[in-house]
Nanobody, 120 residues
Framework: QVQLVESGGGLVQAGGSLRLSCAASGRIFSINYMGWYRQAPGKQRVSVAGITSGDSTNYADSVKGRFTISRDYAKNTVYLQMTSLKPEDTAVYYC??????????????WGQGTQVTVSS
């Protein structure tokens, strides 16, 4: 009933920028938290950045100062602006959201993932 659709991944040279988007759709009452995770080949999925409904943000140490997370509440969309990209940022990026449905049940939802590749 609820889905997250990501877009904006791709191939970029080191030092470049990309902006990821993730739109939530379905029978949504509210969204408590939205965030981005990433998973590099052979590694575990880790948190990159998150933003609460009160616009409180958190970032992994590895991306602080380079990545910015933001939300558009009207569009139920979260963005991840990535600058000064490094080859070690290469991964599949996943959107995550804690969504309250119209039945007031909360679900932890994941997007399908979008590939970000940074060449040196």
């Amino acid at each position: 009933q609820v889905q997250l659709v990501e877009s904006g991944g791709g191939l970029v040279q080191a030092g470049g920028s990309l902006r990821l988007s993730c739109a939530a759709s379905g029978r949504i009452f509210s969204i408590n938290y939205m965030g981005w995770y990433r998973q590099a080949p052979g590694k575990q999925r880790v948190s990159v950045a998150g933003i609460t409904s009160g616009d409180s943000t958190n970032y992994a140490d590895s991306v602080k100062g380079r990545f910015t997370i933001s939300r558009d509440y009207a569009k139920n969309t979260v963005y991840l602006q990535m600058t000064s990209l490094k080859p070690e940022d290469t991964a599949v990026y996943y959107c995550n959201a804690q969504i309250v449905g119209v039945t007031y049940m909360t679900a932890n939802c994941w997007g399908q993932g979008t590939q970000v590749t940074v060449s040196s």
